[in-house]
T-cell receptor, first 113, second 115 residues
Framework: GNSVTQMEGPVTLSEEAFLTINCTYTATGYPSLFWYVQYPGEGLQLLLKATKADDKGSNKGFEATYRKETTSFHLEKGSVQVSDSAVYFCALNLQTGANNLFFGTGTRLTVIP | DAGVIQSPRHEVTEMGQEVTLRCKPISGHDYLFWYRQTMMRGLELLIYFNNNVPIDDSGMPEDRFSAKMPNASFSTLKIQPSEPRDSAVYFC?????????????FGPGTRLTVL
């Protein structure tokens, strides 16, 4: 089947610390991979994406590289800010013509000053 | 564009009552999705539409749940009768086109509490 596994939270970091949120996937075929972010009281919004192996998605200082050999798409940021506090969701979408996202369970990040 | 619009933002009702959640997708988007988010189960896809036609409703929990999309700019998710275990945040999302790499745009959600 198709699924996404994220590291469990919550994650608490001090400002300017390095962030890694692990994500691995299982999929039939060749998925597109996404990171969505949910700020408190809001809906999800796309943070970054990658559509094929070895692609690197990046946005707002966050990066993730599509690793087919390890079926992973880990999210990283070199220096987090308080405003990065949110829930982060890894997701995949299969390239089979159906626009259907499979989400991980989400990882809550809290950044303290 | 105003983005995906959902109403109401909060709904509190009593067990057994009918609940109707509303969604207006981004103009021009041809896919519309309904999701449910709970602490226990995370984010679940309930149903999605393409060009107003339901494509996959396998995520709808049971017959108490129904969704319609009478036109390209409006969709409803109805729960009748509601139960306390339906308490969750319900999100509507829309996207353009068939490509799996296309972004889904989410509304702010409706927080439903069933007492």
């Amino acid at each position: 089947g198709n699924s996404v596994t994220q590291m469990e939270g919550p994650v608490t970091l001090s400002e300017e610390a390095f962030l890694t949120i692990n994500c691995t996937y299982t999929a039939t075929g060749y998925p597109s991979l996404f990171w969505y972010v949910q700020y408190p009281g809001e809906g999800l919004q796309l943070l970054l994406k990658a559509t094929k192996a070895d692609d690197k998605g990046s946005n707002k200082g966050f990066e993730a590289t599509y690793r087919k050999e390890t079926t992973s798409f880990h999210l990283e940021k070199g220096s987090v800010q308080v405003s990065d506090s949110a829930v982060y969701f890894c997701a995949l979408n299969l390239q089979t013509g159906a626009n259907n996202l499979f989400f991980g369970t989400g990882t809550r990040l809290t950044v303290i000053p | 564009d105003a983005g995906v619009i959902q109403s109401p933002r909060h709904e509190v009702t009593e067990m057994g009552q009918e609940v109707t959640l509303r969604c207006k997708p981004i103009s021009g988007h041809d896919y519309l999705f309904w999701y449910r988010q709970t602490m226990m189960r995370g984010l679940e896809l309930l149903i999605y539409f393409n060009n107003n036609v339901p494509i996959d409703d396998s995520g709808m929990p049971e017959d108490r749940f129904s969704a319609k999309m009478p036109n390209a700019s409006f969709s409803t998710l109805k729960i009748q009768p509601s139960e306390p275990r339906d308490s969750a945040v319900y999100f509507c999302a829309s996207s353009l086109g068939l490509a799996p790499s296309n972004e889904q745009f989410f509304g702010p959600g409706t927080r439903l509490t069933v007492l």
